[in-house]
């Protein structure tokens, strides 16, 4: 007996849209991919230094982006820890003005890269380097997350601790919604109702909420700033 294809594997719309089973099931992935892309771009901002509404805003324009211009089925679009990590030191040497450049000149030696056909050369890389890469990968947001919990406040510890615990068995009995986000919408319930006066995430920048507006770029797109 031949397997039977997922028509949402295809990438056509047409089956998905005629069955509303499937239709609600595609629905309900996105609002949760969305909802689990919450907790990681507040945490990568927090990384690389920038105003947590900018990485909202511009995850949001990167996944619309990603899904009407590109993309291929069965994949997500979304905030990376590595690249937080890379572009935290540049945005504390020169600015958040060279993060659109950055993004550019990174964006040209990719495609670069594919019209080589340097993605062939993956096959070479043994899997330990990939398993070693990840955790690493982990290691640095962890102790790059440690000064934000470090302080006089043993709550804050104790909180740390809790969303720790919350995320790793949260997923054991509740698996419609992402650990990360029960993490966050209950412990701060908990702060809020407290009255603790502890750090937030609005305290590493404006929260104000709507969307922004247009900036000016504030360096020039030439050879100088890409170097």
Known sequence: MPPVSDPAASGNLRPILRSPSLLTREMLAGVLTALALIPEVISFSVIAGVDPQVSLIASVVLCLAMSVFGGR??????????????????????????????????????ILFGL?????????????????????????????????????????VGLFVLTLLIVLWAPRVIKAIPAPLIAIVALTLYTATAGQQLPTVGDEGSMSGGLPGFTALTVPLNLTTCR
Do not use: D, E, K
Request: one cysteine or more; a positive charge.
């Open 73 to 110: 089925p069965a994949m997500v679009t979304a905030a990376a820890g590595s690249v937080a990590l890379v572009i935290g030191p540049m945005v504390h040497q020169h600015g958040v003005g060279y993060i659109l450049p950055a993004v550019i000149l990174a964006g040209i030696i990719q």
């Open 116 to 156: 080589c056909g340097m993605a062939r050369l993956m096959r070479f890389i043994p899997p330990a380097v990939m398993t070693g890469f990840v955790n690493a990968l982990g290691i640095l947001i962890f102790f790059a997350q440690v000064p934000h919990f470090w302080s006089r406040q043993p709550l804050i």
